[in-house]
């Protein structure tokens, strides 16, 4: 059976929900935390998340690769194939988990004098880099559980599961921090909600899909299958995981700790901010892997067609209103003691517009089966970051990491076209200019109300930005209904039954 576009669809819109309901709850928490344990210690939190990183090392592509797989048998209804899948992975994963687990329990305090530059308060941090390592391994598994859901197209499912997951997460960090816990708090909180996730995950997982846990069903077969698979998304995690941590250490030895906490507030917002579009792509994936088995590149091409269309329109007005009403969301966030927290989100904002308009083919590439043009893509940018840096910084100064983040974002961008034309023989994307500059006049258009707005109505709690950004959101959607961009044949294809 032929996945159904209005799946897609469902998929998309419950993922963007999710995301619009808890970008809220990130938000208030970084002020209310930093209010609790001061920039400094936020800085200190940012650096011990470090450990989390070995995430990337352990997980070895397991949790993307068996969502992949997962949808492409779930429909043969093969309990002992799925259960051979799953129990391969998990036996995989914790194979990869115990070396770096090791490392960072045995020499954590070396590494947390030597290299993350934290001088006070060893024995503290040192607990709390074993509880967050602990963390990290509880949450890989649980994400392995959650690609069984997300593999059978019930992203839905997914989705509540992390909303309420998030909620009851911030709860515990209010109490723990009202409770006077500081930073050990957070990495309590962390680690009892990784434990419910995993517990939450497995029992759901097990309803959509019939498969047992028996690690004597792994299988060397499957296991290269996956390995095959998994690793050249493997390589291109690794090359991502260490940037953000290596500046981060950069930025501490350079600057101080302090700066860290900036760099990393900044960063917080524009994965907050960036999630929100790129969570309505990521059905994309496991129907790439559907439709290119099934029916070829013409279906392929079609998907990211059609994906890139929407995604255009919903990214510019976006970031049109996100640009116009965002000065005096950072005042009311965070106050006004740090306007450099601005400048970086800004700086950072434009790289990321880039390097979105790329994702449908890049995601298409890897559900395909591409994951090593997708790692081509992810080392070619990180050389252009590299390049960068140390010219960027010596002119910009700290401002500098972020200047060398876009361009390196700008250049995925043209890197990923390049390498879908190439993997799929296709000469060039066509392009629809009227469209475009549609949407652009249009976005431009939205962008000088907002900033009107900001200029001239003097809003002081976030009930009035709230509605004030409600105001600009409902103009642009609009201008785009008024001037018929999305036709009703637009809207036929994504929900029509197939």
């Known amino acids: 059976m032929k996945l159904r576009m209005n799946i897609i669809a469902k998929n998309s819109i419950s993922n963007v929900i999710r995301v619009v309901l808890l970008t809220p709850i990130y938000f208030l928490l970084i002020p209310y935390i930093i209010s609790k344990i001061g920039i400094e210690g936020y800085g200190i939190w ?14 070895f592509g397991m949790t993307t690769s068996l969502i992949k797989f997962i949808a492409e048998i779930s429909e043969d209804n093969n309990d002992l194939v799925a259960s051979k899948y799953i129990n391969t992975s998990i036996v995989t ?23 993350l530059n934290i001088s006070e308060n060893i024995e503290i941090v040192s607990l709390l880099v074993i509880l967050v390592a602990i963390s990290t391994l509880i949450n890989m598994l649980a994400g392995l559980f959650q690609s069984i859901i997300d593999g059978v197209q019930r992203m839905e499912v997914s989705n509540i599961i992390i909303t309420i997951h998030t909620l009851i997460s911030a709860i515990g960090t209010y109490v723990l921090l009202e409770q006077q816990y500081g930073i050990l708090g957070l990495a309590i909180n962390q680690l009892v909600m990784s434990l419910a996730l ?7 997982s097990k309803r959509l899909l019939r498969y047992k846990i028996n690690l004597f069903l792994f299988s060397i077969q499957i296991f290269k299958e996956i390995f095959s698979y998994s690793v050249n998304i493997q390589f291109s ?7 953000e941590p290596a500046i981060k250490i950069i930025v501490s030895h350079m600057f101080s700790i302090t700066y860290v906490g900036y760099y990393e507030i900044a960063l917080k917002f524009t994965s907050r901010i960036t999630s929100l579009i790129r969570s309505a792509l ?14 070829g590149v013409l279906k392929i091409e079609k998907l990211r067609k059609y994906s890139s269309k929407y995604l255009f329109i919903l990214i510019n007005g976006f970031m049109a209103i996100t640009f116009a009403t965002l000065p005096k969301f950072i005042l009311l966030w965070i106050g006004p003691d740090l306007p450099i927290v601005l400048d970086l989100i800004i ?19 890897r559900g395909a089966g591409f994951a090593r043009n997708t790692l081509h893509v992810e080392f070619l940018t990180i050389i252009v970051q590299l390049i960068s840096i140390p010219l960027i910084v010596s002119i910009y100064g700290f401002y500098g990491f972020a200047v060398s983040f876009s361009i390196s974002m700008i ?52 009930i009035e930005f709230i509605l004030i950004g409600l105001i600009t959101s409902i103009l642009f959607l609009l201008m785009v209904y008024v001037s018929n961009i999305i036709s009703r044949k637009d809207v036929h294809l994504i929900f029509k039954r197939q």
Not at 93 to 115: A, C, D, E, K, M
Not at 237 to 243: E, G, N, Q, V
Not at 282 to 295: C, G, M, V, W
Not at 422 to 449: C, G, M, Q, W
């Open 282 to 295: 990521n059905p994309i994936f496991p129907a790439a892997s559907l439709f290119y088995n099934q029916e």
């Open 198 to 204: 995993l517990i939450t995950n497995i029992l759901l």
């Open 347 to 365: 700086i950072q904002l434009v790289g990321l517009y880039a390097s979105i308009l790329a994702t449908p083919a890049y995601i298409i590439m």
């Open 411 to 462: 250049s995925s961008y043209y890197l990923s076209i390049h390498f879908y034309k190439k993997v799929f023989s296709i000469a060039d994307l066509e392009r629809n200019y009227p469209f475009i500059v549609k949407i652009l006049a249009i976005s431009i258009l939205t962008y000088i109300f907002g900033a009107v707005f900001r200029e001239y109505v003097n809003y002081t709690d976030f």
């Open 46 to 59: 940012a650096l011990i998340g470090i450990f989390g990183s070995y995430r990337v090392f352990a997980d």
């Open 93 to 115: 994963q914790l194979g990869f988990s115990i070396v770096p687990l090791f490392v960072i329990i045995n020499y954590r305090t070396f590494i947390i004098q030597n290299i």
């Open 237 to 243: 995690s690794l090359l991502r995981m260490w940037i």
